[in-house]
């Protein structure tokens, strides 16, 4: 089994920028060998894929809405991933969540295929 936690959601102004960090545990889970991504719901909305970013070759894939604006890394022998959200926008509000599945990166992970394991997900507000 694996656990995933997400933290560094919260409150920030139009513009403004946020880190949400999501690390990975099990008892023999290494990220080394899974894709790993963020994925984000709005309130009254479907879930969206937002980044993703493989284990093997380190690409990373965005969503249109945040190319540009939010960049996705990871740090494997922390077991963490990390979504820097810069010039974020109201429409960026939503609570986002870390999913994690094994290798290859599903060519429908933005629909949340491929993905095994999910976090709690943490709010972020964007308002003024």
């Known amino acids: 089994q694996v656990q995933l936690v997400e933290s560094g959601g919260g409150l920030v102004q139009p513009g403004g920028s946020l880190r949400l960090s999501c690390v990975a545990s099990g008892a023999t889970f290494t990220l080394d060998y899974y894709t790993i991504g963020w994925f984000r719901q709005a309130p009254g909305k479907e879930r969206e894929g937002v980044s993703c970013i493989s284990s093997s070759d380190g690409i990373a894939y965005y969503a249109d809405s945040v190319k540009g604006r939010f960049t996705i890394s990871r740090d494997n022998a922390k077991n963490t991933v990390y979504l820097q959200m810069n010039s974020l926008k109201p429409e960026d509000t939503a609570v986002y969540y870390c999913?994690?599945?094994?290798?290859?990166?599903?060519?429908?992970w933005g629909l949340g295929y491929g993905m095994d394991y999910w976090g709690k997900g943490t709010l972020v507000t964007v308002s003024s």
């Open positions: 999913a994690t599945g094994p290798q290859p990166i599903n060519p429908n």
